[in-house]
């Protein structure tokens, strides 16, 4: 059943014991809006924890300080940030089927929910979590704010893309009214790099790969790479790599693709306008937004290339 942000502030309202689930591989939306809304939850008085099948991102250690550990048998379910119930990882057999609201953002969410609201409009979760906190009158502090601070920094590119709107800062404008370091955030998630990542930048734009008149690039993260750099980089520093063909002037279409198995495939799409991510990473499967969007290809290396640059193509020749 798709309800509106109300009436998740009613549900949560009268709700208790409440595990918050966030997506595997986590970013910091995601983990933002869990440990956000455990704060809130918990500060009014509720029974509150955080799950995710994967680790916390060292990066982002400092949210796991921003609640009280909590042990408990859950009575209601939340996930926040999952667009599919598959990427709830190895908790999606646990949980997949008694999630009793979800809160989302992103326009092609499935909703395996009892409930799910879904705020295409809203750049990041945090941000749906912090109307949600309005409309229960929660209370606020630097904790929570930061938590909050973390995913919408993370998903707007620190306030750069296209999906940053007057609302987007206004809601930052308020959380800075209460204590938290922003600055400390900006650096741990966009300045700092370990030096295992400056130089595994290095090898894949050494080897990045153009078409198209240069309109595409692509870096290929396969296999070989990864072990190559395993043991000089941290497991985290392979993610985040999506943006860096897009920084190329004049690319319009960046794609990044990792490889997750012999034959498993990950893409993640960038776009420029007018060309749709989410439209090209649905024919394969997958989705996301117009400007970012991902999908999973199985197949050979050279069959997943074929496939990809095939659709790639296309999608930039029609504009
Ligand atoms: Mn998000």
Redo the contacts with the bound molecule.
Sequence with gaps: MLIDLKQAAEFIAQSDDILILSHANPDG??LGSAYGLCGILQKMGKRARTLCADEIIPRMEYLRNTVATQEFEPKTVISV?VADRTLLGSYDEVYGDRIDLAID?HESGQPFAKRTVIDPAAA??CEMIFELAELMNAPMDGQIASCLYT?IAT?TGCFRYSNTLSKTHYITAKLMENDFDAARINYLLFDVKTKGRVELEHALIKDMEFYCDDRIAVIWVTSDIISRFEGRVDAEDFNGLASLPKRIEGVQLGATVKQKGPTTFKVSIRTAEPINAGEICALFGGGGHARAAGCTIEGSLEFVKAKLMSALKKAVASE
């Design positions: 939306d995601t940030d953002h990041a979760t995913g998903d």
